[in-house]
């Protein structure tokens, strides 16, 4: 258990629908990042928050939005569901900006939520 | 941009024959370069961080280490349950505080 904890794990829904992902971070950490893994493709970062702020973006479609709540949780929004969103959608923590040491700058990943859109 | 590239896409070894999975990297300011394994259907799991070229790491049956451009994963006789997915990931100065994870390589190691 890496302490990252990411509901749902599976999620089947249909084109059009949307959904939401949650996840919690690791205890301490105030930074939570999202990737989306296809089949084909290689973790893509969606986007970052850090103690409730957006931090980075990445290649995060117009369609997904993400916030990150003041008990450190954060959820991604899915909406308009696509065939093509069909991927894993892993959540990752990494402990706050500034720690030095071996764990800094290293992402915790939760073991991911796999969503099917048919 | 900050960009990764992993080579090869797959490598198929025998129990005990050891060899190396290369990263590529292009990067403004390195913050750090990491190594991640992931087994199927599960999250990505760290392994190594390497800061600056010359730098090694190593744990068990791997040893990492770190030039300007490259980085390899050096795997010793390796074992069956060694295989999985091997990531590299980069974190720069620029381009916010995002890491950036190459595409991956797929050891399969064969008893």
């Known amino acids: 258990d890496s302490g990252v904890t990411q509901t749902p794990k599976h999620l089947i829904t249909a084109t059009g629908q949307r959904v939401t992902l949650r996840c919690s971070p690791r205890?301490?950490?105030?930074?939570v990042y999202w990737y989306q893994q296809s089949l084909d493709q290689g973790l893509q970062f969606l986007i970052q928050y850090y103690n409730g702020e957006e931090r980075a973006k990445g290649n995060i479609l117009e369609r997904f939005s993400a916030q990150q709540f003041p008990d450190l949780h954060s959820e991604l929004n899915l909406s308009s569901l696509e065939l093509g969103d069909s991927a894993l959608y892993f959540c990752?923590?990494?402990?706050?900006?500034?720690?030095?040491?071996?764990?800094?700058?290293?992402?915790?990943f939760g073991a991911g939520s796999r969503l099917t859109v048919l | 941009e900050d960009q990764v590239t992993q080579s090869p896409e797959a490598l198929r070894l025998q129990e005990g024959e050891s060899s190396s999975l290369n990263c590529s990297y292009t990067v403004s300011g390195l913050r750090g370069l990491f190594w991640y394994r992931q087994d199927p259907g599960k999250g990505p799991e760290f392994l190594f961080t390497l800061y600056s070229a010359g730098e090694e790491k190593e744990k068990e049956r791997l040893k990492a280490t770190l030039t300007k451009k490259e980085s390899f994963l050096h795997i010793t006789a390796p074992k069956p349950e060694d295989s999985a997915t091997y990531l590299c990931a980069v974190k720069g100065a620029t381009g916010g505080f995002k890491t950036i994870f190459g595409a991956g390589t797929r050891l399969f190691v064969k008893a």
């Open positions: 990752a923590s990494s402990v706050p900006t500034g720690t030095s040491g071996p764990g800094a700058n290293v992402l915790t």
């Open positions: 205890s301490g950490d105030l930074s």
